[in-house]
T-cell receptor, first 112, second 114 residues
Framework: GESVGLHLPTLSVQEGDNSIINCAYS??????FIWYKQESGKGPQFIID?????DKRQGQRVTVLLNKTVKHLSLQIAATQPGDSAVYFC???????????FGQGTRLTINP | DGGITQSPKYLFRKEGQNVTLSCEQN?????MYWYRQDPGQGLRLIYY???????QKGDIAEGYSVSREKKESFPLSVTSAQKNPTAFYLC?????????????FGPGTRLTVT
């Protein structure tokens, strides 16, 4: 079946820098995308979502960009802080079913 | 406070024993889900239920069973037919038909079978 994949399994950034986490998806019928943050030993937490009729959405310190032409999704985190260290997952929904398909995840590490 | 609770946080069982993981939500959500997460991996869907007394298999349902007798509860049973049950299990819920698909997750149960 279709799956959501990530370009990089790990990402290290300096504290205060901006982070960009990428995600590729393969199902062109996907109409909803979501980013989750998962800290060690905990359940995923919602960060931001975007529908396929948008190409950009901003939240507090986070921006999600959607490029449907190349089936690419990215999460930008501004002024990265130590508390941003976690694994970040993208997920997609397609076909109208109330299901999400998750990518493998990217581990973000913040260097002091 | 509204949310999803999973218990226990850590669970240890001997091989061949069946075990049931608890998931309760007081968010008044209709849909509930069970995922399995292995180290360094993403979430894989085991079962989901969009309404009471109804549920569907996910991508890796073999060796698992569920019930949905109440809106608030969606227990997952791990049977001896599951060959590699050691994993981190996550329960989630959502509100179908609201126009988005955000799922709210519980804190997870780490199951270790030896």
């Amino acid at each position: 079946g279709e799956s959501v994949g990530l370009h990089l399994p790990t990402l290290s950034v300096q504290e205060g820098d901006n982070s960009i986490i990428n995600c590729a998806y393969s199902n062109s019928a996907s109409d909803y995308f979501i980013w989750y943050k998962q800290e060690s030993g905990k359940g995923p937490q919602f960060i931001i979502d975007i529908r396929s009729n948008m190409d950009k959405r901003q939240g507090q310190r986070v921006t999600v960009l959607l490029n449907k032409t190349v089936k690419h999704l990215s999460l930008q985190i501004a002024a990265t802080q130590p508390g941003d260290s976690a694994v970040y997952f993208c997920a997609e929904n397609h076909g109208g079913a109330q299901k999400l398909v998750f990518g493998q995840g990217t581990r973000l590490t913040i260097n002091p | 406070d509204g949310g999803i609770t999973q218990s226990p946080k850590y669970l240890f069982r001997k091989e061949g024993q069946n075990v049931t993981l608890s998931c309760e939500q007081n968010l008044n959500h209709d849909a509930m889900y069970w995922y399995r997460q292995d180290p360094g991996q993403g979430l894989r869907l085991i079962y989901y239920s969009q309404i009471v007394n109804d549920f569907q298999k996910g991508d890796i349902a073999e060796g698992y069973s569920v019930s949905r007798e109440k809106k608030e509860s969606f227990p997952l049973s791990v049977t001896s037919a599951q060959k590699n049950p050691t994993a981190f299990y996550l329960c989630a819920s959502s509100v179908p038909g609201r126009g988005d698909y955000e799922q709210y997750f519980g804190p997870g149960t780490r199951l270790t079978v030896t």
